[in-house]
T-cell receptor, first 116, second 112 residues
Framework: DAMVIQNPRYQVTQFGKPVTLSCSQTLNHNVMYWYQQKSSQAPKLLFHYYDKDFNNEADTPDNFQSRRPNTSFCFLDIRSPGLGDAAMYLC???????????????FGPGTRLTVL | AQSVTQLDSQVPVFEEAPVELRCNYSSSVSVYLFWYVQYPNQGLQLLLKYLSGSTLVESINGFEAEFNKSQTSFHLRKPSVHISDTAEYFCAVNTGRRALTFGSGTRLQVQP
């Protein structure tokens, strides 16, 4: 089945130790998103890639970076995690261009990040 | 700018009772509307969506929502809930290329 996959599902890191979260998709969608969701809150968009074009939200801290080496993969890098970065990180995809346009976002299962 | 308001943070209901989760939005342009469900420690699953056409949309597990343009609402309903429906429900709006704007979520708690 076509889907959005996130690895790992659970990640524990130490304060200040860089960490990378992974997202892959088999949907061949052209847009990929990263959201941060803290406990009992709504997901908050960090950034998204429209094809190869990176779009950062104005209030996303510089500590968060992203890479999209190809259509299928997108990575979230947290350069120096702080205690406040502990959250669920959600990857989503959508196809907003041409044939097959859905205007619908499909989410992966998320990665829960714990910072010690 | 667009925004979404979910007035109820928690909705307790007994099994087999009907339920309505309320969602109102504001936008100056046409919108697409979504309901997502989130079970503990999981990602968001699309429940149903309104893009165009019929204002009443249904999901495969008995939920339905009606787009009401005059009242800028997209309330979610189910005539008879099950224990397994216990989850967090998010209403969201999208105007196209940009990312979703979510409401703050409603926790549905189904009691036996």
């Amino acid at each position: 089945d076509a889907m959005v996959i996130q690895n790992p599902r659970y990640q524990v890191t130490q304060f200040g130790k860089p960490v990378t979260l992974s997202c892959s998709q088999t949907l061949n969608h052209n847009v990929m998103y990263w959201y941060q969701q803290k406990s009992s809150q709504a997901p908050k968009l960090l950034f998204h890639y429209y094809d190869k074009d990176f779009n950062n939200e104005a209030d996303t801290p510089d500590n968060f970076q992203s890479r999209r080496p190809n259509t299928s993969f997108c990575f979230l890098d947290i350069r120096s995690p702080g205690l406040g970065d502990a959250a669920m990180y959600l990857c989503a995809t959508s196809n907003v261009r041409g044939v097959g346009r859905t205007d619908t976002q499909y989410f992966g299962p998320g990665t829960r990040l714990t910072v010690l | 700018a667009q925004s979404v308001t979910q007035l109820d943070s928690q909705v307790p209901v007994f099994e087999e009772a009907p339920v309505e989760l309320r969602c109102n939005y504001s936008s100056s342009v046409s919108v697409y509307l979504f309901w997502y469900v989130q079970y503990p420690n999981q990602g968001l699953q699309l429940l149903l969506k309104y893009l165009s056409g019929s204002t009443l949309v249904e999901s495969i597990n008995g939920f339905e929502a009606e787009f009401n343009k005059s009242q800028t609402s997209f309330h979610l309903r189910k005539p008879s809930v099950h224990i397994s429906d216990t989850a967090e429900y998010f209403c969201a709006v999208n105007t196209g290329r940009r990312a979703l704007t979510f409401g703050s979520g409603t926790r549905l708690q189904v009691q036996p």
